[in-house]
DNA sequence: GTTGGATTTTGGTCCGACCATATGGTATAG
DNA sequence: CTATACCATATGGTCGGACCAAAATCCAAC
């Protein structure tokens, strides 16, 4: 097939768009649907440029484009793999595009105040419906967060970990890679905070007033704890900013 | 300058990644750095290729990344524009990644379910900080909404306007560009349902409950009636899949 | 000063070649 | 017979030069 382009001889571009962008277009649609498997390789570059009449160049750059909207991977001396896009890689791209918004305080605020808004409506949510497991699950978070008291990389992880529990919480997988973002994009501003001891034993009170007002069943309470937990942890975030106002 | 590759004849793979994504990471951090400016035009790439010391067609594939990543805009027989990636660029390129998972009913359901959770929640926040001129704004999308019953297109359109004014009111910029891409997501869904004329009378019943909820200022009610209005919506989105359950 | 065509710039494509890595099969050593 | 070293091949990565078409620019004619 010739991508229903005219053969208008070699050349510059056609009267419809990049030659690349239609293979690109082509390939993508076949991994779409299925036509390509995940994890299945694709034909080799010399095939490609025979199949669909064009140059090899043609075909590179539409490989490459596919490579980094993340519907291939590629290695060197090897087939392109077929990787079907998640959530999790999904969300993951979006922080290499936004990443200059996350430089000055306005932009890592934006982003904050939206896991405020979204932590606070989980826990919310989950002090409504949560099954006992989900109380469980929590409940021994907590537990290794509070054994991580004084140790900081370990304390940072449980306390990952614990809010963790609220975006598994609802069974939407879209929350998990939510939370992923949030970690990786906030993660470098926690490290640069230095902090006593005494902000550990502060975290974990914390969570442990979050805890309880789920266990309670009180969704406006487990918001409002949520709430205080997160806009003090800014106070410690804000102060990475010279400019403080 | 050479990337800081000892230039290894020329051929293939050096011992430091591609070519192409050396070239591409440096101008991706001199974007970045602002060094150069939003809608300043790239070097040509002929220009590229002697500087960095590569040939023209690294210096392309690296453009094909930058572009691809949305950190540029390339138009034929144009030198590249700079073009820094804000929210809504961002989230719109989550889109086609995760098209594939739109096309059945869970994937579709786990997007709905998260815009019920966050528009849920800014409902509430609504009825609790909203100013009074959002509360205006808000009056005049219902009155919109009103005289487009009937207008499919038009009611489509204050629809999607009416809510736009909770995504507004926070203030945050991250919130308008979720909302473009609810929009943009499901409006697939939206147009391939038949819909006769009481269905509009119902969307717009639903906007007036929220409304009055958030001037009465009570967030409990607020929250409640946008899901019952979002869940609603979401019984005919769903007829769309052919296999129900 | 404005307009319209010729020239220059610049991106898009093709071709043929070469190198580096990865894979697999084969011959050789144990 | 097994295991290892080695070589042929497949495949991606890079280069250089060439040509075309669209856009931008320049310049002369009006």
Redesign the interface.
């Known amino acids: 097939m010739d991508l229903s382009e005219k053969l208008d001889g070699h050349g510059a571009?056609g009267t419809a768009g990049?030659r690349?962008d239609a293979v690109a277009a082509e390939l993508a649609r076949m991994?779409?649907t299925g036509d390509l498997q995940e994890g299945e390789r694709l034909p080799a570059e010399r095939e490609l440029m025979q199949r669909y009449g064009v140059s090899r160049?043609a075909v590179?750059?539409a490989i490459?484009?596919l490579a980094?909207?993340?519907f291939i991977e590629t290695r060197?001396g090897h087939r392109p793999i077929v990787r079907?896009?998640?959530?999790e890689?999904?969300?993951d791209?979006?922080g290499?595009?936004?990443?200059?918004?996350m430089v000055d305080r306005e932009g890592v605020w934006?982003?904050f105040?939206?896991r405020i808004?979204?932590e606070?409506?989980l826990a919310r949510?989950t002090a409504k419906h949560a099954r006992p497991v989900d109380l469980e699950e929590l409940r021994s978070a907590l537990e290794s967060n509070r054994q991580a008291i004084g140790d900081p990389l370990l304390f940072d992880e449980t306390d990952a970990a614990f809010h963790a529990v609220l975006y598994r919480a609802?069974g939407?997988?879209?929350?998990p890679a939510i939370h992923k973002a949030y970690v990786e994009w906030l993660t470098q501003h926690w490290r640069s905070m230095k902090r006593g001891a005494g902000i550990d034993q502060m975290n974990h009170a914390g969570h442990v007033a979050i805890f309880e007002a789920i266990v309670a069943r009180d969704p406006d309470d487990a918001e409002e704890s949520m709430r205080r937990h997160l806009v003090a942890a800014w106070e410690f975030v804000r102060s990475t900013f010279p400019t403080d106002r």
């Open positions: 571009a990049r690349s991994i779409q160049t590179r750059e490459v484009s980094n909207r993340g060197l079907k896009a998640d959530y890689i999904a969300v791209r979006v290499n595009l936004v990443g200059h918004l934006n982003l105040e939206t808004f979204i606070g409506g949510w609802p939407n997988p879209i929350y």
